[in-house]
T-cell receptor, first 112, second 115 residues
Framework: DAGVIQSPRHEVTEMGQEVTLRCKPI?????LFWYRQTMMRGLELLIY????????DSGMPEDRFSAKMPNASFSTLKIQPSEPRDSAVYFC??????????FGPGTRLTVT | AQSVAQPEDQVNVAEGNPLTVKCTYSVSGNPYLFWYVQYPNRGLQFLLKYITGDNLVKGSYGFEAEFNKSQTSFHLKKPSALVSDSALYFCAVRDTDSSASKIIFGSGTRLSIRP
C-alpha cells in the first residue's frame, strides 16, 4: 500500500497567486481530511469528506480556501488568492470505519 | 466541549530510561483515544488507540499507553527510551459532539532522548 500521497511536497509562490494542493487517499478509505500545521496554531482541521461529500468545512479559514473531492481517489485544496499568512504545512489524511487516520507526508507551502 | 491536553511542551529523557508523555482528556460519552508520532518533515504516524477493553494498550515501536478513567488520562509510556524515539507526540480524542468522524488533537509534546 502506497499510503496517502500528496503533491507537491514543497510549493513556493508569490502573494496573490493561486495554489492547488493535491491528495490521493489510501484505496478503500471513505473519509478524507485536510489539516494545516503551523508553529503558532498547531494542527488545525480544515475540512473533511465522507464518500466524496464535504461534511464539515467549519475549519476553512475564509472564502479564499476551497476543497473538492471529485472521486474517491483524489482531492484538492485550493487557495486563491494566496497570502503570506497561509504559509504552513498542509496535510491530507484518510481513514476507513476504524477511527485512526493515516497521514500523507504533507505539502510545505511558502507564500512570499 | 471535547478537549485533550498535553501539559508538557517538552520531555527530556536519557537513553535507556523509561519515558512517559502525559495526556488528559475531557469528553462526553465513551472516549476513543489515540497517540500519534511526528518525525521531522514527516506526516503524523498512528501509534496506538484505546476504544474498549484492556486499559493497557500496546502499539508500535514498543510504546504502550494506559487508559485511566478516574483520572481521565491516557499517558504514553515506554520502558526503555531510544535516541530514535525523539520526535513530536500528539494525543487525540474522538470528537463525540460532532458526527464522531473528527478527532481532536492535543498541542503536542516534543520528546528528546539524549544518548
Amino acid at each position: 500500500d502506497a499510503g496517502v500521497i500528496q503533491s507537491p511536497r514543497h510549493e513556493v509562490t508569490e502573494m496573490g497567486q493561486e495554489v492547488t494542493l493535491r491528495c490521493k487517499p489510501i484505496s478503500g478509505h471513505d473519509y478524507l481530511f485536510w489539516y494545516r500545521q503551523t508553529m503558532m496554531r498547531g494542527l488545525e482541521l480544515l475540512i473533511y469528506f465522507n464518500n466524496n461529500v464535504p461534511i464539515d468545512d467549519s475549519g476553512m479559514p475564509e472564502d479564499r480556501f476551497s476543497a473538492k473531492m471529485p472521486n474517491a481517489s483524489f482531492s484538492t485544496l485550493k487557495i486563491q488568492p494566496s497570502e503570506p499568512r497561509d504559509s504552513a504545512v498542509y496535510f491530507c489524511a484518510s481513514r476507513k470505519s476504524t477511527y485512526e487516520q493515516y497521514f500523507g507526508p504533507g505539502t510545505r507551502l511558502t507564500v512570499t | 466541549a471535547q478537549s485533550v491536553a498535553q501539559p508538557e511542551d517538552q520531555v527530556n529523557v536519557a537513553e535507556g530510561n523509561p519515558l512517559t508523555v502525559k495526556c488528559t482528556y475531557s469528553v462526553s460519552g465513551n472516549p476513543y483515544l489515540f497517540w500519534y508520532v511526528q518525525y521531522p518533515n514527516r506526516g503524523l504516524q498512528f501509534l496506538l488507540k484505546y476504544i474498549t477493553g484492556d486499559n493497557l494498550v500496546k502499539g508500535s515501536y514498543g510504546f504502550e499507553a494506559e487508559f485511566n478513567k478516574s483520572q481521565t488520562s491516557f499517558h504514553l509510556k515506554k520502558p526503555s527510551a531510544l535516541v530514535s524515539d525523539s520526535a513530536l507526540y500528539f494525543c487525540a480524542v474522538r470528537d463525540t459532539d460532532s458526527s464522531a468522524s473528527k478527532i481532536i488533537f492535543g498541542s503536542g509534546t516534543r520528546l528528546s532522548i539524549r544518548p
